[in-house]
């Protein structure tokens, strides 16, 4: 890919990354589209709140192809923080690039370089592609149930 770049997400880049996290939400994961005003203000929450997370997208030519968020938290049996991959996202057409890859490496190059007792994220059972990225990655399943409640 020429002119590749993994970075940061920056308040110039929220248009596209609105576009880019409605097609994730809406389109990938079939959920109800929020509104434009609540996904701005958790994108500027972000941005705002740098001890919350952080996002990284990937450009080209000035477009974003994909985005990675890790929201932070605590370990308290490790006495330090700890990120959750919460979303790694590329768009259909620039698939099969390696750009998962190297949102995923950026983000573990993050909490590795700040000092994070680790990384943890889930994906959905029934999707075998982020499976097989995390595996080859070098992920493993945890030995912690995970349980939710609404």
Known sequence: MRDLAIRTA???????????????????????????????????????NPASGIQFVAEQDGKLLGFATLYFSFSTLQVKKMAILNDLFVI????????????????????RENDFAYMTWETAKDNLVAQSLYNKMGGQLSEWLVYEIS
């Not at 990938?28 to 589209?33: A, C, D, L, V, W």
């Open 10 to 48: 920056n308040r110039e880049d929220i248009p596209q990354l609105l576009n880019l996290m409605y097609q994730y939400i809406v389109d990938f994961y079939k959920r109800p589209k929020p509104t434009e005003e609540s996904l701005k203000g958790l994108i500027q929450h972000l941005l705002d």
């Open 92 to 111: 259909p057409e620039a698939r099969g690039q390696k750009l998962g890859e190297k949102l995923f490496q950026t983000c573990l190059s993050y909490i």
